[in-house]
């Protein structure tokens, strides 16, 4: 074996140097000769009934080559949009999904009239002459009105707006427990609707080549070969006349996982009108029409001793799903199952997750899906038990994590975690963040009336998706594994094509610093290649879910191992060895105790596409493999933070934050740190800044662009203070698990805790998201008008 | 066809003329016209900065002005940033403080710092942050992207000790 | 999004200007741009005809100062009126307000005019036009600051006519201005400004909790009476009228203005 060299390296990134100087690939960037740009019209009502459209003065104007309908699409577009059974296999009602309204819009942003122009602007001015009647029709927007009988209903044929409602574990699990219980705390915890907001909006590009029959769509996508196939399924084409092609993507985060409804009409406009069509999203559209994540509300209820000792939790999901259900929509129900975190529940956890459809554009996952969730309500209502019975946050947690000694551990829900030490992470940021320190100075701040205060939030995650027999289902048959291909040229260079695709985090660095150390080859002469259907193995599954690695990373090693051996037989030929007898040590092959005569990776390479094989070997040195790994992986770790809460106006001072993850083996610190950074950022934007709002009444969107939808900027967000424990995963070889997600899923609560701490002492127990100046400072006032 | 009218502007070194419609912005301008795609456009408010460059040596939000602004004027873009084939030390610095993950916001962020430095050229970390005010990125939380900037900064003022001419002749 | 079609003028002259503007119906300055380009990328402007004052810069970019008056032409940008050394010395509240408007990028082209002509009562430099008596010159007239913010993005400009000079007396003594905000580069969710004049007297303005900007003239006067930062900014309320919108209730930004009042006042002392 090649003495590690790379994996594990701090290097800099393969990708950069393109992307710094102006020479990414985007999807914006790609203009086929002859393209038509598409323009949208897209519903200004949550919910309407569409009288009529009228287009003829639209069609009149310059440069428009056609205006379409949903009739229009019928003879190329058939089916529904793909919904996947993830969570809940059994749904109540799912609506069917048109890529374009016909007779009714269900959210604002929906498709309703498709315009094809020479270039963008007529596309838009095309777009804006189109006029189109329509009537009103009552919108759903609360939950919890939703769910009564007598609500509106989210489409006008709906017998009932709940998408879905399962239990996972009833009541009758865990009412034992509450009986005995000591205290009962409870809470409900709301998570706002979140735009995922990558820099780069959506784009699509499409090419129909009318006399092969072959669609070529590119795409800014975190899942190229599932775009295919829903693509080639809605088109009623083959696969194999269909190539995706996705080259660098501007982050995704989730919304780049599902197809939508452009993909669909772009490369149905393309077939019809036999011309290359581009549709470039504006920000204002991705806010509308781009998924949603979170949009959740929780109702939390534990049931402990006054020792602290824990007993059971029930938690209810209540999801709005939007008016459709996100392909992946139902994976956020995960949130149920992980709800009892990284803690024991001896008297059992119960859940239910119920979906309920609203006139909004469908939830789908984004960065964390679900286990934010589960991390924020477990985290919350712990520190709300821990200050009912006047135990520190970091004695409770201490006293009821799973053990090191405990690992593999199986949950109330069958989920077996692989390991970990919840209480080394804790430790360390606890030491790090000089808690007993802070504790003074806090005691110290109060008295002199200042509002100071920290947030713990201990977080695990399943990742890693997934092994075949979890994930078949969830899917409905197509098994989460991963593929790689590995090929060496004569001349010793090497490609590596993976069916898992990238959205900023690195692979074409991170995947060749794995090939490199396997192969025994130069980090250098490895190139990664992704993002296009069209090459390397039958199909991949994409990247989310911290999946790349652990799944992605182990193929790519699986396959370079299986090109070792066979270079393993071809050099023992060469060397005139016996196989046995023959060992491969940083790059090179020799018979054992003669290192002085070996034949290097390259020169099997070039050997191997010469005359002179051993019997039963064949040409060449490539291999392709597909890895299913025997288990999800179950990265962790302890985020802190400290805030300073100005009463007068309710605004947030981010102190310091801490974090310390454990996410098994590193391939490249570098990028893990950064992972680490831009997930904690997300988290913290969640907590203090970001929120979907819509009209409660009328049901219309309020925060339309980024002057209204608080993405922060370089000034509030702080510098976390990283720190790492490194527990391997006993799931695959590399024992590496996932980071993509981690700091998202830790770090909302971790401030939310901090702000709630800082203001105890005015009696205030709980705080919604996103904690805005305004809404501090009405809590505050009403806590001190309780008190006087 | 609505009127054209003629534009002639000097963008990393090299003078274009070329006729625009008033309502041509300039980002498209750059990007669709001379297929300079390094610009990048991520908003339509001008809240993003993704379509940041230099006009005539100060940021400017190319998504909100025209492109018949831009008469007369020199523009530098990402593209105009390395020179002869060796990248400019904010770039290096970017690259080397893994500064970037996606990318998108990259070229905007680099421009804007450009600007930032050649008005303070050692910045305070709040003064950094500050100067990055008008630019959004979603995958770094910032972290790498002030260290780089305070990299490159560090590095700037190294190169301009080495060799005091290059100050003078303002490089 | 890309706006809809217009004409395009480009002048030369203040005259010039003005007889373009005349000429058209539904005509538009081009200053900087940061407030119309986007609205109109929205689509929700669709001038006619702009009138791009941009070359204008030498004729309307000036600051400078005539014994006790700072005047400042209508194109003088934000960055100008930010690293002016004139301004630092004989204005410098307006110079730390122009270093918090918007961002780098948007400092880069927006003008002092443009913000006073937008009337935006988010525009910082409506309360300190209002807070020193400033006089805002057009090609017609002198217009005094309190006579200029008439309601909601509404002034007494007339259709040809254009602002070209806003002139406050200097003012150099202790001074604040509190823009509270969440983002950075946010528009104030409340400012308040306060300036001490030599004569030992406060003015007190505050930007974006009404219709317009606000002159808190009974903050002044409770200030003049002799009472404390605390008590004076309790009268910060009293002419404003916000409204409650995504940033923040009505009730907050009443409650904002009197805190950031006080703060302010002590920063200025």
């Known amino acids: 074996m090649a003495v590690s060299q790379m994996i594990g390296a701090r290097i800099q990134r393969r990708e950069d140097p393109r992307l710094i100087t102006g020479g990414g690939r985007y999807i914006e960037d790609l203009k086929p000769v002859g393209a038509l740009t598409m323009a949208l019209v897209r519903s200004p009502h949550p919910h309407a009934r569409i009288r009529r459209i009228n287009a003829d003065a639209a069609r009149a104007l310059p440069g428009v080559v056609a205006v379409l309908v949903a009739s229009d699409f019928k003879e190329v577009l058939k089916g529904s949009h793909p919904v996947a059974p993830a969570f809940v296999a059994e749904k109540l009602t799912v609506p069917d999904r048109y890529p374009i309204a016909a007779d009714e819009v269900v959210f604002q942003g929906e498709p309703v009239v498709v315009v094809l122009a020479e270039n963008r602007k007529l596309a838009v001015d095309a777009a804006e002459a189109v006029e189109v009647d329509y009537e009103p029709l009552p919108a759903v927007t609360d939950l919890f009105k939703a769910l009564e009988p007598n609500s509106p209903k989210a489409h006008v044929n709906l017998v009932d707006n709940r998408a879905w409602d399962l239990t996972y574990a009833g009541e009758d699990t865990v009412s034992e427990a509450f009986a005995r219980a000591e205290v009962v705390v409870k809470e409900r915890v709301v998570q706002q609707r979140l735009a995922p907001t990558a820099m780069e909006p959506r784009g699509v590009v499409a090419e129909y080549s009318e006399y092969d029959g072959q669609l070529t769509l590119w795409l800014g996508t975190q899942n190229p070969h599932f775009i295919r196939l829903f693509v080639a399924g809605m088109l009623g084409m083959a696969e194999t006349k269909v190539r995706v092609i996705s080259e660098d993507v501007g982050g995704g985060f989730g919304s780049k996982i599902s197809p939508y409804p452009e993909d669909y009409l772009v490369a149905a406009a393309a077939r019809l009108l036999k011309r290359p069509v581009r549709w470039i999203e504006t920000r204002s559209e991705s806010i509308q029409a781009t998924t949603h994540g979170r949009g959740q509300l929780f109702d939390v209820e534990i049931a402990a001793m006054r020792d602290g000792s824990l007993l059971a939790l029930k938690v209810t999901q209540y999801l709005d799903t939007g008016a459709y259900v996100g392909t992946f929509g139902a994976f956020q129900a995960c949130a149920c199952l992980l709800a009892g975190g990284a803690y024991k529940w001896p008297g059992g956890v119960a859940a239910r997750t119920v979906g309920v459809l609203t006139n909004r554009v469908p939830t789908d996952p984004y960065r964390g899906a679900g286990r934010p969730e589960a991390t924020h309500n477990i985290e919350r209502i712990l520190d709300k038990l821990a200050h009912e019975i006047g135990m520190d946050p970091v004695a409770i947690r201490q006293k009821n994590f799973i053990q090191p000694d405990e690992f593999p551990f199986t949950n109330n829900f069958g989920l077996i975690y692989d390991s970990g030490n919840y209480q080394g992470a804790m430790d360390q940021a606890v030491q790090l963040v000089e808690y007993d320190a802070f504790r003074k100075r806090q005691a110290q701040a109060r008295a002199e009336g200042r509002y100071l205060g920290i947030g713990i939030s201990s977080w695990i995650e399943i990742c890693g998706f997934g092994p075949s027999a979890a994930t078949v289902g969830a899917t409905g048959g197509l098994a989460l594994i991963e593929s790689a291909q590995v090929r060496i040229h004569p001349t010793g260079s090497a490609q590596v094509f993976v069916g898992t695709h990238a959205q900023g985090q690195g692979h074409e660095t991170t995947f060749a610093q794995i090939a490199a150390d396997t192969l025994g080859l130069p980090y250098e002469s490895i190139e990664i290649r992704h993002g296009d259907t069209a090459e390397g193995a039958a199909f991949g599954y994409g990247t989310y879910g911290s999946r790349s690695l652990a799944v992605g990373g182990m193929a790519v090693r699986k396959t370079a191992k299986q090109v070792v051996a066979k270079a393993h037989k071809i050099a023992a030929h060469l060397l005139e060895a016996a196989p046995d007898d023959v060992v491969f040590d940083q790059g090179r092959f020799h018979v054992k105790g003669n290192p002085g005569t070996a034949k290097t990776m390259a020169e099997v390479a070039f050997a191997s596409f010469g005359a002179s094989l051993p019997e039963g070997v064949d040409h060449g040195l490539e291999a392709t493999s597909y890895f299913d790994p025997p288990n999800f992986v179950w990265p962790f770790g302890t985020h802190i933070c400290i805030v300073e809460v100005d009463p007068n106006t309710g605004s947030v001072n981010l102190e310091k934050y801490v974090a310390v993850d454990d996410c098994g083996e590193i391939i490249n610190p570098l990028i893990v740190e950064g992972q680490l950074h831009g997930g904690i950022a997300q988290g913290i934007a969640q907590a203090l800044f970001e929120e979907v709002s819509y009209d409660e009444e009328t049901g219309q969107l309020l925060t339309g662009t980024l002057q209204d939808y608080l993405v922060p900027t370089a000034n509030e967000i702080p510098t976390p203070v990283l720190g790492r424990t490194i527990t391997p995963s006993p799931s695959n070889e590399l024992g590496v698990k996932g980071i993509g997600e981690a700091g998202t899923i830790a770090s909302s609560v971790a401030v939310i805790n901090a702000i709630v701490d800082a203001l105890q002492p005015l009696g205030i127990t709980h705080i919604d998201m996103p904690a805005s100046p305004d809404r501090l400072w009405q809590q505050i006032r009403a806590a001190q008008g309780a008190q006087a | 066809m609505a009127d054209r009218l003629p534009v002639s502007v000097a963008v990393n070194g090299t003078t274009y003329t070329r006729e625009v419609e008033p309502r041509d912005l300039l980002v498209y301008f750059l990007r669709e016209d001379l297929r300079l795609t390094g610009t990048h456009v991520g908003c339509d408010t001008s809240q993003c900065g993704a379509c940041t460059v230099l006009l005539d040596g100060r940021p400017v939000k190319s998504c909100t002005l025209f492109a018949v602004q831009a008469d007369g004027k020199t523009l530098t873009t990402i593209e105009g940033m390395a020179k002869n084939g060796e990248l400019h030390p904010i770039q290096k610095a970017f690259w080397d403080e893994h500064g970037l993950q996606c990318g998108y916001c990259t070229p905007g962020f680099i421009m804007t710092a450009s600007a930032l430095l050649a008005k303070l050229p050692n910045p305070t970390e709040a003064q950094i942050r500050k100067g990055l005010e008008g630019n959004l990125c979603r995958c770094t939380g910032y972290v790498n992207i002030v260290r780089a900037v305070q990299s490159a900064s560090a590095a700037m003022a190294a190169r301009s000790a080495a060799t005091p001419e290059l100050v003078e002749r303002g490089a | ?269």
């Open chain 3, 1 to 269: 999004m890309i706006p809809a079609a217009f004409a395009y003028q480009r002048a030369t002259s203040v005259d010039e200007a003005v007889r373009l503007l005349g000429q058209s119906e539904d005509a538009k300055v081009l200053a900087g741009g940061h407030s119309l380009v986007p609205l109109m990328r929205l689509r929700l402007a669709q001038p006619a005809t702009l009138v791009d004052i941009n070359a204008l810069d030498r004729e309307l970019g000036y600051i400078r100062r005539d014994n006790g008056t700072l005047r400042i032409g209508a194109l003088a940008r934000h960055y100008q009126l930010e690293e002016s050394a004139e301004i630092k010395r004989s204005l410098p509240l307006l110079a730390e307000m122009a270093a918090e408007v918007g961002d780098a990028q948007v400092r880069s082209m927006g003008t002092i005019g443009g913000v006073l002509a937008h009337a935006d009562p988010a525009g910082d430099y409506g309360t300190l036009a209002l807070m020193l008596d400033a006089t805002i010159t057009t090609n017609k007239r002198s217009i005094a600051a309190r006579d200029f913010f008439l309601g909601l993005f509404s002034t007494p400009l007339a259709a040809d006519e254009m602002l070209t000079e806003i002139a406050f007396a200097v003012a150099a003594g202790p001074h604040a201005y509190l823009k509270f905000r969440r983002r950075m580069s946010d528009w104030a969710i409340v400012g308040v400004g306060a300036q001490k004049l030599d004569d030992g007297s406060y003015r007190v303005g505050i930007t974006n909790a009404a219709t317009t900007p606000i002159r808190a003239d009974g903050v002044e006067q409770a200030l003049q009476s002799g009472a404390s930062p605390a008590e004076a900014a309790k009268r910060a309320g009293q002419r404003l009228d916000p409204t409650s919108d995504l940033r923040g209730s009505a009730e907050y930004k009443t409650h904002l203005a009197g805190v950031l009042t006080q703060r302010a006042l002590e920063a200025a002392l």
